[in-house]
Structure formats: C-alpha cells, structure tokens
C-alpha cells in the first residue's frame, strides 16, 4: 500500500511539474507587461502600421483581443513586423508570443516547426491580379506570362501547381518582400502578380491607380489564414484559441462593443456563462471570470472586427462570404462555451 501511496505521489508531483513548466507563456507576458506579437511588414485591412506607428488590422485585434483578455488593456502589444521567411524563426525562438500575420495552415507547417495553428480568422484563396490594359478576363488566359510572387510563402507552389494543371507555361519573379512585389508588378517587370485573394484587395490600394488593375475571378487553392503559438504550452494555446471562439460567440449571441454591459445584465443562461457572471470558464484559461467581456470591449465582435477592417466598414470592401458565421452560410464555427 505504502509503494503504490508513493508511486501515486510521485506520479501526481511529476505531472503538476510538467503542467507548471508547460504554463510559462502566460506568466512570461504578465511578468513583462505587454504582449509581443508578431505581424506582417504592413498589408492594409490585416496589419499595417499609420505614419505615426499605430497598428490597425484583422490580425492586429487579434493582438489586442488576447491584451484585452489578459490585461483588460488592448494597448498592452508590441508589434514585431516580420517578412515571411522570418516570421517562423521569431515564433521558435521566443522572439513574438504568439503570430498574428496573414499565415496558411498547412499540415508541414503544423508538424515541422514545432507550433500549433489555433484556429481560422480568415478562409482565403490564392487569386491573381492584372492590368485591365492586358484585357485578360481568366486565369486560363495567362499562358507564357510572367508572374511577381513573394518567396518563403505557399504562393509558389500553388503557382506551380496550377500552372502544371492546366499545361500552360511561366516565368516566375521572385522577390524577398510584399512591398517589393508590389513595386516590381506596378513597374511592369511582370505580367500578373498573385497572393492570396485578400491580399490581393489590400495591395491594390497601394497602387498609384488602382482602378487600372483587376482581381481575376479564379480561386485557385485553400488558404486557411489563423494565429499560431509555440508548442508545448497547452494553456497559451487554449488562451489565443478561445479568444477566437470568444470574439465568434459574441457575434452569434448579438453581443457587440457597444451592447456588452446591457447584455451582461440579462438573466439568459447561455449570456451569463459567456459573460462570465456564470461559471468559472475565464479561471479554467487562467483569466478572469468576465474575459469574454474583456475581449469585447477591446475589439468588438468577429463581425466589427471583419467589417471595420477588411469589409463593408473598410477600404477594402471584401464580401463576408466563407467568413460568415457557419448559420449564415459561412464556415466560421465556434465550439460552445459552457
């Protein structure tokens, strides 16, 4: 009895051990103060920074919707501008706590670089952009072009494969950057410049005339874009994922940035569990009992956080589509809260 009271002590020692050395992210950015978390080099309406360095962006409320969870203070981020090539290697080494940047979940990426994906803030697809000038209408038209597209990213292969596909031939140009890219596809050293689709919209603002360039209809490739964390913390990881879910929820539940108080008061069971006046979900993440609340009150819902930046509210314009919630006919699915 004594040898099986000792392995069962020893067995619940080492397992609170190994649960108090997972854990470390969320002490890591108390301790410190402030989130870091990494972004893109700027891409309107996902991460981009204004000339007085203020971050706005789909992939920047994700930022300050973890800050606001954590700190009740969505400012509490540090911004780290990452290239694609880079963005990776700042995750590993601790560099960022978490990335926030226009980043495909794929299953090389989710098994090789020892991080996790925690969710999807936006269903993409890999689209290509012309001049009007071209008269090109298809992406089955663009046999022999000349193609500007970014390295380090899963645009490459896409492009090859979809050029293979359809037995049409290209030359690829290749650049280090986004804005290099840009630059070389509006100077003309190319014929088509191809990202994913959003991407596209957000780059075509940047444009001096952007009304001489068009987006081609074809989708040509799944591109899940999400946040990723190191791996090896389950409660970092349960952190950035439900904070998703959470901005989901409020805007299934009609709970916006302007309403969250009103709705906090009222006596529905599903409400109260969400808003943290049932429950003790917020202490399970290691937060407070009102997170969601938080988390609101910092960004607004998944659907404010869509609008103001990448649609109707936005210069973009991009029409919800896949990212509408899945009881509008999109894929955007949160698991309940309870």
Known sequence: MKRVTLALTLAIAAGLSAQAADAQTLKTVKDRGMLSCGVSQGLPGFSSPDDKGNWTGLDVDVCKAIAGAIFNDPSKVKYVPLSAKDRFTALQSGEIDVLSRNTTWTISRDTSLGANFTGVTYYDGQGFMVKKSLKVNSALELNSASVCVQTGTTTEQNLADYFKANNMKY???????????????????????????SGLYANRLKLANPNDHMVLPEIISKEPLGPMVRHGDDQWFDIVKWTLFAMLTAEELGVTSKNVDEKAKLENPELKRVLGTDGNFGEQLGLTKDWVVRIVKAVGNYGEVFDRNVGAGSPLGINRGLNNLWNKGGLQYAPPIR
């Open 171 to 197: 030359e690829v140009i290749a650049f280090g950057t986004n804005d290099e890219t840009v630059k070389a596809y509006e100077a003309g050293r190319c014929d088509v410049f191809t990202t994913d689709q």
